[in-house]
């Protein structure tokens, strides 16, 4: 059980947009801290794609975006494509846990 | 550009120690306000966040992994490794090290993980 809540799966066509939610409490993004999201593609490691909830590293398409409201957080994605397909984590800070927390994952399916 | 790089045993027998290294090229593991992380990930499941470590021995650890967990750093061979005592196949899983930066120039903020290793695979198996 994760402390952040995300759907376990979307999808979308490709040139569609999709949005996964990632819901936390008043310990972590209701407290203000900063949220963040990784794609991991199958078997590789994950890569930052957002952080500091809305700031794209440099590389990463802006295609990708990120924002946050009180407990919850969401990242869009812009013109599906075909490489998208993969896992994507959002990850934040917790007082109580006193440590990083992520998402349990969701898996984007690009039909 | 930073790259991380995991080693250790692939294979350990339960109730023993893992231990696992980390070795960064491309930049001093001293240079900048950077924590260095473990994170584990078991086979089809989500990331969880193990511990870190400040060049300056500051740690930090995931409380539900705390009493069994050690990082340590060495900044004269650019390498931070951790251990985890008594291990059970609940803690086969693919760990990964990953540069830990802290969010918005500010701890205060929380923290992020920018640069990742491949990851390396420990299965607990007697």
């Known amino acids: 059980q994760s402390v952040l809540t995300q759907p376990p799966s979307v999808s979308g066509a490709p040139g569609q947009r999709v949005t996964i939610s990632c819901t936390g409490s008043s310990s972590n993004i209701g407290a203000g801290y900063h949220v963040h999201w990784y794609q991991q593609l199958p078997g590789t490691a994950p890569k930052l794609l957002i952080y500091a909830n809305s700031n794209r590293p440099s590389g990463v398409p802006d295609r990708f975006s990120g924002s946050k409201s009180a407990t919850s957080a969401s990242l869009a994605i812009a013109g599906l494509q075909a490489e998208d397909e993969a896992d994507y984590y959002c990850q934040s800070y917790d007082s109580s846990l006193s440590g990083g927390i992520f998402g349990g994952g969701t898996k984007l399916t690009v039909l | 550009q930073v790259q991380l790089q995991e080693s250790g045993p692939g294979l350990v027998k339960p109730s023993q120690t893992l231990s696992l290294t980390c070795t960064v090229s491309g930049g001093s593991i001293s240079s900048g306000s950077y924590y260095w992380s473990w994170i584990r990930q078991p086979a089809g499941k989500g990331l969880e966040w193990i511990g870190r470590?400040?060049?300056?021995?500051?740690?930090n650890y995931n409380p539900s992994l705390k009493s069994r967990v050690t990082i340590s750093v060495d900044t004269s061979k650019n390498q931070f490794s951790l251990k985890l005592t008594s291990v059970t196949a609940a803690d086969t899983a693919v760990y990964y090290c990953a540069r830990d930066a802290c969010s918005g120039g500010s701890c205060y903020w929380g923290h992020y993980f920018d640069y990742w290793g491949q990851g390396t695979l420990v299965t607990v198996s007697s």
């Open positions: 470590i400040y060049t300056s021995g500051s740690t």
